[in-house]
């Protein structure tokens, strides 16, 4: 069993499988916890496709299964895992976060008060927004 | 800090939410129930608004309009670091440094007053060209050690906190600018603050580099 942490959240995998930097999961996993998807041209993320590296094919998907360590790396973005393999952090990467941040549209986040309800920053369209963090320390 | 302002402008548009960085949620729980905020409070146990706003200490602010959009990228929210200048044996500031640090302070709340009233029109609120100008990107080391941040805590939390503290020291070593991420897993003294013997010689390290760094505005020290 494996937990992976992403953009979308954390979601424990039963059929996964990791192997010191490798990580097997079915396509079906991998499109639910990050939003790629198996295509016959590579991987895509809506509109976007990735193509599968010139002969490396073989080493990234094999019987319905994706090896999502080494397409996380060939995407450029962040991966890490603990030492037993049975949990991962797929980041989002430099690249993307500046792109989101040059467009000026204020990246929209989801976070509990302190009684556990969640809100968005989405939620308060219409109003200006001072966004301010603190911390205790 | 941000209460008066709230209440002073809520009528008129503007709303404040302030997000706890803090890997314990427990932590910031006393504070919050001190200041009884009217405005929005969250808590933010992976620093996740550090990560999509690249942002690098507390207290920063971003300021964002009715659509949705920035016009102030983030920035020291009106601080500035008269706190270098105190005698550490007294705790006492140079009259100098309090003035400079409530100086920074009023200016930026005047801003945020201009802002609320003239919309665009405040020379505060900055148009596309100059937001985006301003905007810091993070580069590739910060945005790794954002994920071996959340793999500490989350390893933290799961009871494995020796090789959850070797991913917090990770994600320091390679992100060394974030003050967030050093004092998350620095040690803390018995106020609850990351201000020990380590904190001051990691501060004075800075040399002539500033702790807040300088914010665009006129009018600031």
Redesign the interface.
């Known amino acids: 069993m494996v937990t992976l942490l992403t953009e979308r959240g954390e979601r424990t995998v039963a059929e996964a499988q990791g192997e010191g930097d490798r990580l097997w999961l079915a396509a079906s996993e991998m499109e639910a916890a990050t939003g790629w998807e198996v295509q016959p041209e590579g991987l895509c993320h809506g509109a976007a496709c990735v193509p599968w590296p010139a002969g490396r094919e073989a080493e990234l998907v094999r019987d319905g299964r994706v090896e999502v360590g080494a397409f996380w790396r060939h995407l450029g973005k962040p991966v890490a895992h603990s030492a037993a393999g049975d949990v991962w952090v797929l980041g989002e990467g430099a690249a993307e976060r500046a792109e989101a941040l040059r467009s000026l549209q204020a990246p929209d986040f989801n976070l509990p008060d302190p009684s556990g309800t969640m809100h968005s920053l989405s939620e308060l369209r219409g109003k200006k927004v001072l966004l301010v963090s603190w911390a205790s320390w | 800090m941000?209460q008066a302002l709230y209440e002073e402008l809520r009528d008129q548009?503007?709303?404040?939410?302030?997000?706890?960085?803090?890997s314990r949620?427990a932590?910031?729980?006393?504070?919050?129930e001190a200041a009884r905020p009217t405005y929005?409070?969250?808590?933010?146990r992976d620093h996740?608004?550090?990560?999509?706003?690249?942002?690098v200490n507390?207290?920063?602010?971003?300021?964002?309009?009715?659509?949705?959009?920035?016009v102030r990228?983030p920035e020291p929210?009106g601080s500035y670091e008269g706190f270098r200048r105190m005698n550490r044996q007294t705790k006492e500031m140079p009259e100098e440094a309090v003035r400079l640090t409530a100086q920074a302070k009023a200016t930026y709340v005047a801003a945020?007053r201009d802002?609320?009233r003239n919309?665009p029109r405040s020379e505060h609120a900055l148009d596309?060209r100059r937001?985006?100008a301003h905007?810091k990107?993070?580069?590739?080391d910060?945005?790794?050690a954002?994920?071996?941040f959340?793999?500490g805590q989350?390893?933290i939390r799961?009871g494995?906190s020796d090789?959850g503290r070797r991913?917090l020291a990770e994600a320091s070593r390679l992100h060394p600018e974030s003050w967030?991420i050093w004092?998350?897993q620095?040690g803390?003294n018995e106020a609850?603050?990351?201000s020990l013997p380590e904190f001051w010689e990691r501060v004075d390290a800075l040399g002539d580099k500033r702790y807040y760094p300088a914010i665009d505005m006129h009018g600031m020290p």
């Open positions: 941000w548009n503007f709303t404040v939410v302030a997000v706890a960085m803090d949620p932590d910031p729980l006393p504070w919050i929005l409070t969250l808590i933010d996740r608004l550090a990560d999509l706003y690249n942002m507390v207290p920063e602010a971003v300021w964002i309009d009715e659509d949705g959009r920035i990228p929210a945020i802002w609320v919309g596309a937001a985006f905007v990107a993070p580069d590739d910060a945005a790794r954002h994920v071996a959340r793999l989350y390893l799961a494995r090789e991913w967030c004092r998350q620095a803390v609850g603050l990351a």
